[in-house]
């Protein structure tokens, strides 16, 4: 099928904790649904079925939970109610930006996945209702190819999103299409938790998803397109992936990705948006990656031992990375075996590389609850390509690299929930030859990236001990 996302640099507000009324909220969005509705024009003449557009696209961040009332629709989250809002304007009021998304679907006759604020009055005897007596959601709602209103699903882990109250219970919500079968929707930060993103894919089988978000990237493990690759290998899925463009916020990074090829857009440098439109399979059965490796003679020796045997063994040094502190160890000369541990996680690399340049590399290796910007539990193994020379700047965010090099990774992952990164020069994407398990390790490994390697990474979630 043809999909389509767009990466869209939202006009915001210039002062969003000022508090205005519906009609400048209004005319706010309407100048970024503007900009949607020409994209949908362009995503449909390129024959696309489905279209997918950012978190916080129409209205914009940074609001206090006063001040986004004005921009908040009403939204009835309930499946009795069949309602089509550019046919029925209306059955409910302060619907208009939902009228014109069902509209734009209508008109061009394509599935349509936008994010907006919404609201809900709630009764006091209910025991969440907050004290203004209404709920505030970040929302994604789906719109079929007659604009009929199919899904709403309503974030449920905010990342410091004060205008918004948690959903009682978490949305599991989903939307069948006649080309692809069922899609699945989260938001953002949910891509990092059980709830209900992992908990969604397993229970319904799901094999699409689609993602609106707005990521601030975070270099080694944690960028935007990165993380969304190694989502969709995981999980065997597609995801269609939108987000925002603030360079200057380190916002950037959309893509539509299959488990074995990716669509993307990273850019650090330009402004505006950008439309990206593919044609991908439809996921139908599981096809797993073959695991029946040889390894080595002698690979599943502890790695730390040199090749003459009386050589020093390479240093343990530590250093932060994404918040976390890390055990490393350097990735010297140019081939040999390693190993570094911390906690229960043991951490292997066999490298090689093609040609020695003046990198410094390191293997490192976190095992333990991350409790910056959040708090979830990592088992990490990581050869990471480090900010200069010395071993304080492993861990650094770095965005260009050179060195080539064949490599083995694995580790003794105590989840199986592993998501493999691999990302290369320039924050592009490769894909590992072979992964999977194997005598309860997991293993990644790659002969020759497309261009220099950045990150190799097992980023193990470990749910249970959030």
């Known amino acids: 099928y043809v999909a389509a996302v767009y990466e869209h640099e939202s006009i ?18 309407g100048r970024n649904l503007d900009i949607y509705e020409q994209q949908v024009v362009a995503a449909a003449r390129q024959g696309a079925q489905i279209i997918v557009f950012p978190e916080d696209g129409i209205h914009g961040f940074n609001f206090t939970r006063s001040s986004i009332y004005p921009y908040l629709d009403f939204v009835l989250h309930s499946h009795s109610v069949k309602w089509n809002p550019c046919r029925e304007p209306y059955l409910f009021n302060d619907t208009e930006v939902l009228q014109r998304l069902s509209c ?8 349509l996945v936008a994010n907006l604020g919404t609201k809900q009055p709630c009764e006091h005897t209910d025991p969440h209702c907050p004290s203004d007596g209404r709920y505030q959601f970040n929302t994604n709602v789906a719109f079929d190819d007659d604009g009929m209103l199919v899904a709403t699903y309503r974030k449920h882990n905010l990342y410091f999103e004060y205008a918004f109250d948690t959903p009682p219970e978490p949305d599991y919500k989903l939307f069948d299409t006649p080309f692809a079968g ?8 949910d891509i990092l938790f059980f709830e209900p993103a992992v908990n969604l894919i397993r229970q319904y ?6 993602y609106p978000t707005a990521w601030m990237n975070q270099l080694p493990l944690l960028s935007a397109v990165e993380f969304q690759q190694a989502f969709a290998t995981a999980f065997n899925i597609n995801i269609l992936a939108a987000n925002i463009h603030h360079p200057t916020l380190g916002m950037t990074g959309s893509g539509i990705y299959t488990p074995v090829k990716s669509f993307i857009y990273h850019n650090m440098e330009s402004y505006g948006g950008k439309l990206i439109v593919a044609e991908i399979p439809v996921i139908t059965t599981d096809y797993k990656t073959n695991l029946e490796i040889c390894f080595k003679e002698g690979q599943k020796t502890s790695g730390r031992v040199s090749e003459k045997g009386n050589e020093q063994l390479p240093p343990v040094f530590y250093a932060e990375m994404m918040y976390d502190n890390f055990t490393f160890v350097p990735v010297w000369g140019e081939k040999g075996e390693l190993q570094v541990c911390a906690n229960t996680l043991c951490c292997y690399l066999n490298y ?25 539990y990592v088992q ?29 990774l694995w580790g003794n992952m105590s989840t199986p929930y592993i998501f493999p990164l691999l990302l290369t020069s320039g924050v592009t994407l490769d894909f590992a030859d072979q992964m999977g398990w194997k005598n309860n390790h997991y293993f990644i490994s790659k002969n020759r ?6 990150t190799a990474a097992l980023y193990g979630r470990w749910y249970e001990k959030d």
């Open 380 to 408: 990490a193994c990581a050869l990471v390509k480090c900010g200069g020379l010395s071993f304080s700047t492993c861990g650094q965010e770095v965005t260009d690299a050179t060195a080539l090099i064949d490599f083995q």
């Open 449 to 454: 990236t497309s261009s220099g390697l950045l």
């Open 182 to 189: 069922k899609f699945g929707m989260f938001t953002c930060f």
């Open 205 to 210: 089988n799901l094999k699409q998803v689609v």
């Open 104 to 111: 734009m679907a209508l008109k061009n006759k394509i599935f």
């Open 12 to 29: 915001l507000s210039p002062n969003p904790t000022a508090l205005v009324d519906r009609q400048s909220a209004l005319e706010l969005m």
């Open 352 to 376: 090689q590389r093609a040609v020695l340049t003046d990198e410094l590399y390191a293997l490192g290796v976190f095992d333990g609850l991350h409790t910056v910007h959040g708090t979830y």
